[in-house]
């Protein structure tokens, strides 16, 4: 008897455990990171930069590097040097002149003299990988002088952050451009403040050019070319 009254006892307790420790539990939830909201990509304006590849304006020179690429025909993809004389070397249709011709002129050639036997309809793409005729000299206040290849329709600020911008001592206002014409040297002074500003139009640089911005602490450019300093934006004899 005294068993079954123990058995009754225990049956009895865990039966008041169970709801007690149900009771006692922690509520069950589920840790579900909120969705982030979509990326919204608003218009800024473009910073000035040099271009990526030369465009089809680009006047080809000796030792330039380019890429000619030939759709869907790999044997007559190729990359050549322009030799000094101003050829390059491509298969089949063998010499063909490159230097002083736009890379769309010498698309169109190389695309004719394909299509006259060996390919129907080729479509031609020339590329400047590198190009070693076109360069300009930045110098002065500025943070890497050095020369820098160019590509068509390069302007001032563009060849300014070839040279990773201004210094912190740089004067905006005396930027000189040096350009050879002929048997003349000619020279230029730019307000680059004011073309930044979008207040000046930024003028176009070429092969050859030599970029000086002056500093603020020094007036050697400001000494030498200061009979140009009111003739902005006209070079003239220096």
């Known amino acids: 008897m005294s068993l079954f009254r123990a058995a009754l006892i225990a049956a009895a307790t865990v039966a008041l455990m169970v709801p ?3 009771g006692f ?4 939830r589920t840790n579900t990171p909120p969705t982030p909201p979509p990326t919204s990509f608003k218009e800024v304006p473009s910073a000035p ?15 330039d ?4 690429n030939v759709f869907q025909v790999t044997d007559l993809t190729k990359t050549v040097k322009v030799e000094s004389s101003g050829t390059i070397l491509l ?5 063909v002149r490159a230097s002083g011709r736009t890379v769309k002129a010498l698309s169109e050639d190389i695309s004719e003299k394909l299509g006259e036997k060996y390919v ?8 400047v990988t590198e190009s070693a005729s076109q360069k300009v000299t ?5 943070t890497q002088p050095g020369i820098y290849p160019i590509s068509g329709n390069t302007t001032l600020t563009q060849a300014v952050a070839l040279a990773r911008g201004t210094i912190e001592d740089a004067n905006l206002r005396e930027v000189a451009i040096f350009r050879n014409e002929g048997e003349k040297r000619m020279a230029a002074v730019f307000d680059l403040s004011q073309i930044r500003s979008g207040k000046m139009p930024d003028p176009a640089v070429v092969a050859n050019d030599v970029i000086v911005v002056d500093t603020s602490n020094g007036r050697r450019l400001i000494r030498s070319l200061g009979t140009l300093v009111p003739f902005l934006y006209l070079f003239r004899p220096y």
């Open 25 to 28: 539990a922690a509520p069950s």
């Open 65 to 68: 590097t380019l890429e000619v």
């Open 49 to 63: 930069g040099p271009a990526a590849s030369a465009p089809s304006d680009y006047v080809i020179g000796p030792q």
């Open 20 to 22: 007690l420790a149900s």
């Open 138 to 142: 930045v110098d002065g206040a500025v």
């Open 120 to 127: 129907k309809d080729p479509l031609v793409t020339v590329t």
């Open 91 to 95: 298969p089949l249709i063998g010499q």
